[in-house]
């Protein structure tokens, strides 16, 4: 168990590392176009040379590189181009906006997926599953920000119920908070509930076809029983595991949802870097979502490898 | 393969594809034939029209500047087909690339280039895509670039795992043992028997490049207006969302009917090609 954890914490080092390279290379492909950015397009060469000087861009992009990383590595964001101010508290600030957001989402993903996945299961090849079936591949095919969209339309503008969107902090308003994140969170969830409907059905059918199944039927147990006790549990090992990873994806695609509801979160400070040109922003941002996804792959692999004791022996 | 051709046609295995195929059919026909089928061009302005609803003129609507909207979106249809055909070409032709040397070469080039993958993988897609947007600047030409690559590293491996069990057949001992070189090998006798799976999964790669495509566009890093692009038509759409609906509705449905008609085509194609469920 011990090796397993290890092996996967150096992979991780070694992921965050290259990952974090190719942030930054992707970044700073086009050379020169931060300070353009930053000063407007009536910058003089002068002005634009002392930007560069002043904020170190004029080095070889390996030095510059190192040294951010070196930075990052002690909490160090570094400042914003566009108005100076340290990166790294304001993530911390956004980080909770979009952590709610992402856990809020997966919670209703969950919320739908796993009735309707057992119950397709338990009514395999009748209406029911199919109807599920169908349900999910349309589900899976809307794109979140049209969902985001139709929800504004029917909920604020029709019914008035919700506001269009804003953000209050729960501790200040819990009521509030929640009025503003359910569209958000839905507009996530349900998309991302496709998919995992159609794990846990087939999860299930795989599980309500086993043996032990079929014994513990033939020993008489209640259906209720069966499926409770035996199967929904046995399938919640495959389930967690893609469920988890879809957490991560869930977490990856804030930006658009943020964006709609004028969430401050990381998403929209991805967005922010992008619009202004403001390096420190992007990589930082950017680099905060990628490593809570890794997080997240990593638990997932540990978590794994202990429910399923065959991946263990495999490993040592 | 001769008695499968003496079987009737099996409706229930080739629903799927049928059905997906007809959609992506239809939108394909539409996007080529755009300047014939499109009963406007997709620029001209009508301030007299501006934010029309659906009516026998313009079946449905105007936007905000008193453009057909059914124009823009079969015009669109155009630029979202191509993104998806070029993109998933990127992903196509690197990851089939990168997956067979993979493979073929085995040990530290094996090692080096899928640890690589994995790791491209693990990122977020759209986050790279937005990023590399970012630096390579808003155009649907980089949009296509980022979108491709984002899509290696499903490619390559799906192509090491399927080139693997081709490099175990005997064919390609015997290549090996008259002295073909890696090149001819790879090219004559690996690259045709790893095909049809990655062809199937370029079918899937499509649609999420219609998605990813949207996303850009509708947060304005891709498609550039007036150039109509379903995601950017809706972002602007919702500027209008209380007084005109359909701008919001109609391009999101396009996006919509696109991204289901190439999942059912996918999964249909994956299904029917798979030898486990083929005598179901």
Known sequence: MRGLILSRLAAFALTLIVASSILFVAVNVVPGSAARS??????????????????????????????????????????????GVDVGPELLRRLPVTLELAIFAFIIANLIALPLGAFAAMRHQRAADKGISLLASLL????????????????????????????????VNPVMNLKQMIMPALSLGIVSSALLIRIMRTAMIEVLSSDYIRTARAKGAKEGIVVMRHAIRNA???????????????????????????????????????????????????????????????????VVGRLDPRRVTRHQ | MTTAARKPFNWRRWRLVVTGGTIVGTIMLLAILAPWVAPYSPFDLNVAQMLKGPSAAHLLGTDELGRDVLSRVIHAARLSMMVAVLASLVGLVFGT???????????????????????LF??????????????????IFNAMIAIGIIFIPGFARLARATAESVLRQQYVEQARAIGMSHTRI???????????????????????????????????????????????????????????????IVPGAAIFLTVLGFNMLGDGLRDAFDPQLRDE
């Open chain 1, 38 to 83: 930053a000063l407007g397009i009536d910058a003089t060469p002068q002005a634009l040379a002392r930007f560069e000087a002043q904020h170190g861009l004029d080095r070889p992009l390996v030095v510059q590189y190192a040294e951010w990383l070196g930075k990052t590595f002690t909490g160090d964001f570094g400042k914003s181009f566009q108005n």
């Open chain 1, 140 to 171: 899976g095919a809307v794109p979140n920000f049209w969902l985001a969209t139709l929800l504004v339309m029917v909920l604020t503008l029709h019914f008035r119920l919700l506001p269009p969107g804003g953000y209050t902090p729960f501790t």
């Open chain 1, 236 to 302: 919640m090992t495959p389930y967690v595991n893609v469920a988890a990873v879809e957490f991560g994806f869930l977490f990856g695609s804030v930006v658009v949802i943020e964006d709609i509801f004028l969430l401050p979160g990381i998403g929209s400070f991805v967005l922010v870097g992008i619009i202004n040109r403001d390096y420190p922003v992007l990589l930082a941002s950017a680099l905060t979502i990628t490593l809570v996804v890794l997080i997240i792959n990593l638990i997932v692999d540990i």
């Open chain 2, 97 to 119: 690339l990168i997956g067979t040397l993979a493979a073929y070469f085995g040990g530290i080039v094996d090692l080096v280039l899928m640890r690589l993958m994995e790791i």
């Open chain 2, 122 to 139: 693990s990122f977020p897609a759209i986050l790279l895509a937005i990023v590399l947007m970012a630096s390579l600047g808003t155009s």
């Open chain 2, 186 to 248: 790879l090219v004559r006798e690996i690259l045709p028997n790893i095909l049809a799976p990655l062809l199937v999964e370029a079918a899937v790669a499509f649609s999420y490049a219609v998605l990813l495509e949207s996303a850009l566009s509708f947060l304005g890093l891709g498609a550039q207006p007036p150039d109509p692009s379903w995601g950017n038509m809706l972002n602007t759409g919702r500027g209008f969302m209380g007084v005109a609906p359909w701008l919001s």
